[in-house]
Nanobody, 115 residues
Framework: QVQFVESGGGLVQPGGSLRLSCAVSGFPLRSYTMGWYRQAPGKQRELVGTISHSSTTDYADSVKGRFTISRDVAKSTVYLEMNSLKSDDTAVYYC?????????WGRGTQVTVSS
């Protein structure tokens, strides 16, 4: 069974940093492009960035230069390092397959950027 379990969210001041983790199971992480997504209140879920099976990364323009995706295949975990956080980054963050998301979304982790 495919599962995604996100963690690491919290309340952070503008300009601060957070590192999110996503533990995956039910499929071979090394073979999949993974994505981080976010959904802000009243908005549709959007793709933040992806990391391919060969560790090539790609990011939405809104986070480029501030966010970094990495993964540890041995730990079956994908990470999202977020720096220089802005209030617009406030959202629930999810991980899933990057090319075509699985129907099995995790619960996500809330990130709130506020002073």
């Amino acid at each position: 069974q495919v599962q995604f379990v996100e963690s690491g969210g919290g309340l952070v001041q503008p300009g601060g940093s957070l590192r999110l983790s996503c533990a995956v199971s039910g499929f071979p992480l090394r073979s999949y492009t993974m994505g981080w997504y976010r959904q802000a209140p009243g908005k549709q879920r959007e793709l933040v960035g992806t990391i391919s099976h060969s560790s090539t990364t790609d990011y939405a323009d809104s986070v480029k230069g501030r966010f970094t995706i990495s993964r540890d295949v041995a730990k079956s975990t994908v990470y999202l390092e977020m720096n220089s956080l802005k209030s617009d980054d406030t959202a629930v963050y999810y991980c899933n397959w990057g090319k075509r998301p699985s129907a099995s979304w995790g619960r996500g982790t809330q990130v709130t950027v506020s002073s």
